[in-house]
């Protein structure tokens, strides 16, 4: 028996966006694994399987043991910066440049909606684009301080003071970026469509921004191999390879747009 192709629930969501007044995005690490990049959880590849994320990803970890931290984060930053865009990334960005999608709410870290070409980002987890001396304050670009990650093993420290740096990214125990979140939230309040792409929806508290859209009736579409606890709430379910429903939809919606 062949697979389905869904494509009675891809014209199904493209019409929920094509109608849309306030449509947005909700991305987790599953819409970068056809890039590359491993995501936390998946039993063969997750990151998480040979370390306790509630241990070395940790603020108090950073500090206590950066070492370990850096042991974590080194293969890590390997991954990202050879990791390009992939197609699910760019469909994004046409449909926001076709003033469909208003934002792109992700829990990633890995830049690569920016890199694709999408404007309006919240990046509830942070970016590693800069990282910053918790001691000074003084910030510094990705490329003054990657190549230290790809070619040493030296931790990286502030040119001012000499203290370690951090990656501007949301560690365990930390508060997300304030502004972010807050732009988020008002985000998905008024979304009448929000568009959930390879999130496993069990990361709080950003997993509590598509709930709470679909408690207040915003359509959901969830384009996620695995089930999630939202299934049941979605207006559509698309259970397919990211790379492929993802700018399928976009093709559909543009089509209808036109």
Not at 96 to 103: N, R, S, V
Not at 172 to 190: C, I, K, Q, S
């Amino acid at each position: 028996m062949s697979a389905p192709d869904y494509a009675e629930e891809i014209t199904q969501a493209a019409r929920l966006l094509r109608d849309s007044r306030w449509a947005v995005a909700f991305t987790g690490a599953g819409i970068s694994t056809p890039s590359g990049i491993p995501d936390f959880r998946s039993a063969r590849t997750g990151l998480w399987q040979r370390l306790d994320p509630m241990e070395v990803c940790t603020l108090d970890t950073f500090h206590h043991a950066p070492e370990r931290f850096y042991d974590w984060f080194r293969p890590l930053v390997r991954q990202m910066a050879q990791a390009q865009p992939n197609a699910a990334h760019y469909a994004l960005a046409e449909l926001e440049q076709a003033c469909i999608l208003k934002a792109v709410v992700t829990q990633n870290i890995d830049d690569l909606h920016a890199r694709a070409g999408s404007k309006t980002i919240r990046e509830v987890h942070g970016s590693v684009r800069t990282f910053s001396c918790l001691t000074c304050g003084r910030t510094y670009p990705q490329n003054e301080i990657q190549p230290l990650l790809l070619q040493t093993e030296d931790l990286p420290r502030c040119a001012a003071c000499g203290n370690i740096l951090k990656p501007d990214i949301v560690l365990f125990g930390e508060a997300l970026p304030g502004d972010t979140w807050e732009n988020a939230v008002e985000d998905m309040r008024r979304a009448d469509v929000v568009l959930v792409i390879g999130s496993s929806l069990e990361v709080w508290p950003a997993a509590a921004l598509p709930e709470a859209a679909a408690k207040i009736g915003t359509d959901l579409i969830l384009c996620n191999l695995s089930p999630t606890r939202l299934d049941s709430q979605a207006s559509v379910c698309l259970p397919m390879d990211i790379a492929v429903s993802v700018p399928a939809l976009c093709r559909q919606v543009l089509s209808l747009h036109a």
